[in-house]
């Protein structure tokens, strides 16, 4: 005989499931404990895969967010190079200006 899992109430009284237990036979108490058993272990391999995969996604996450700050450098660096290279640049023409005066 197999029993169905459903939901258990936490706010259920114990007392009460505690005697429809003792009605039961060892044979049934048995099978519920396996199928308790069971889904116990179903229940923790999808919560393993759910953690698996949640560690992988904040992973790459992580792996992202390294890169767009490593771009963001990257960038700065080149802006405050372009920008440097601009005035070199503006302060040779202006000289060239002056001397061709």
Do not use: P, Y
Not at 63 to 74: C, F, G, R, V
Not at 84 to 94: A, D, F, K, P, T
């Amino acid at each position: 005989m197999l029993f169905k899992i459903r939901t258990i109430d936490l706010n259920r009284d114990i007392s009460r499931a505690r005697q429809r237990h003792l009605r039961l036979s060892k044979t049934e108490l048995v099978e519920r404990i396996l199928t308790l058993e069971q889904g116990f272990a179903l229940q923790e391999e999808h919560w393993l895969c759910l953690n698996d995969d949640l560690l992988h996604w904040r992973l790459r996450a992580e792996k992202a967010e390294a890169l767009a700050e490593n771009m963001k450098n990257t960038l700065s660096i080149k802006d405050a190079q372009i920008h440097r290279l601009r005035s070199q640049l503006n302060e040779v023409l202006s000289n060239d200006n002056i001397r061709g005066q």
